[in-house]
C-alpha cells in the first residue's frame, strides 16, 4: 500500500515538471523540443533557438517584411499591399516593426475590412447621371446618394438641379420644351418671326375688306336687269336711238356715245309730249 502510494506521487510529480516545462513564461517561447527560450524583439526573428549553453539567435526582418511585436517565429509578416487598382494608397510606409498603413484613394468607399479594421478593398463612388443630383456626396466609408430631378428642373453633370430659364423674363420666345437633362430653348423674335406671326393677321383682314367692298357693289350691279325687265320702253328707246343716231346699241362697246345720245332723245320726247297736251286743252 505504501509503494502504491508512492508511484502514484512520482507519476503527478513528473506530470506537473512537464506541464510546468510546455507552459513557458510570458517573454519566452516553446521550442520543437518544448524548451522555453527567450521571444526576439519586435522587428526581428528567431535565427537559432536557445540552448543549454547559449541564449536565443535573432535576425532582423527583411525589406518588405515586418514583426511588430515580441516572438519566437522563423519568419517575418509580408507588408501590405496598398493597391492603387483596389481604391488604397500608402499613407505611411512598412517598417521592420509596423506593417504598411493604407488609406481610401479619394472618389472611393471602402467595401471590404481586414482583420485589424482598416480597409483592404475600396470601389469608386456612384455618379449620377444626367437628370439627377447629388444629395449626398460620397465619403470614404459610404457611396453617393442620387435623386431625379423634379419637373421643371434639369442637371446635366448630375450634381444641381438648375430651374429652367423663363424666355419671357429674358425678352425671348420659348422655341423647345426642356427635359431632366436639358433646359428649354429660347430665341429673340427675328423679323421673320414677325412676318410669320403677322401674315394672317394680314391676309384675314384684307378678306374681310373685299368681301365688305364685294358686298357694297352687289346691290348695284343686280339693279339693270330688273330695270331692263320692268322698262320695256327703254330697250324700244335705246333701239331708236341706234336707228337715228346710227351708231351702236347699248350692247355695243361705245357706251360714251349711247348716254349721249339718250339725253337728246329724252329732251325730244319730252317737246312732243308737250304739244300733244297743248292741243288736247
Known amino acids: 500500500m505504501v509503494c502504491l502510494l508512492s508511484v502514484q506521487y512520482l507519476f503527478f510529480g513528473c506530470y506537473f515538471l512537464h506541464v510546468c516545462a510546455i507552459n513557458c ?3 519566452y517561447y516553446k521550442t520543437r523540443a518544448d524548451e522555453c527560450c527567450p521571444m526576439c524583439s519586435p522587428g526581428l ?3 537559432r533557438d536557445c540552448t543549454s549553453n547559449s541564449s536565443t539567435s535573432c535576425i532582423p526582418c527583411v525589406r518588405g ?6 516572438n519566437g517565429l522563423n519568419k517575418c509578416f509580408p507588408c501590405s499591399p496598398c493597391d492603387l487598382g483596389q481604391g488604397l494608397f500608402i499613407q505611411r510606409d512598412c517598417t521592420t516593426t509596423i506593417n504598411t498603413i493604407c488609406d ?7 467595401k471590404s475590412y481586414s482583420s485589424n479594421s482598416e480597409c483592404s478593398f475600396a470601389v ?3 455618379r449620377c447621371d ?3 443630383r447629388t444629395t449626398e456626396p460620397g465619403t470614404k466609408t459610404s457611396d453617393t446618394v442620387c435623386e431625379v430631378c423634379p419637373l421643371g428642373f434639369y442637371s446635366q453633370l448630375g450634381v444641381n438641379c438648375t430651374a429652367w430659364t423663363d424666355c419671357v423674363v429674358i425678352g425671348q420666345v420659348k422655341t423647345a420644351e426642356g427635359s431632366t437633362t436639358q433646359d428649354v430653348t429660347c430665341n429673340n423674335l427675328s423679323s421673320r418671326s414677325h412676318l410669320i406671326l403677322t401674315a394672317p393677321i394680314l391676309v384675314t383682314t384684307l378678306v374681310v375688306l373685299l368681301c365688305f367692298y364685294r358686298a357694297r357693289e352687289k346691290p348695284e350691279g343686280m339693279t339693270s336687269p330688273v330695270q331692263d325687265t320692268q322698262q320695256p320702253d327703254s330697250i324700244q328707246l335705246r333701239g331708236s336711238l341706234s336707228r337715228i343716231s346710227g351708231k351702236p346699241s347699248a350692247s355695243g362697246h361705245n357706251v360714251d ?3 349721249d345720245s339718250l339725253t337728246c332723245t329724252q329732251v325730244e320726247v319730252v317737246d312732243q309730249q308737250k304739244t300733244v297736251d297743248q292741243e288736247s286743252d
Open 130 to 132: 444626367p437628370g439627377q
Open 104 to 110: 481610401v484613394r479619394d472618389g472611393f468607399h471602402c
Open 45 to 47: 526573428v528567431v535565427r
Open 257 to 259: 356715245s349711247w348716254q
Open 65 to 70: 517584411t515586418y514583426m511588430n511585436k515580441a
Open 25 to 27: 513564461g510570458p517573454a
Open 124 to 126: 469608386e463612388h456612384t
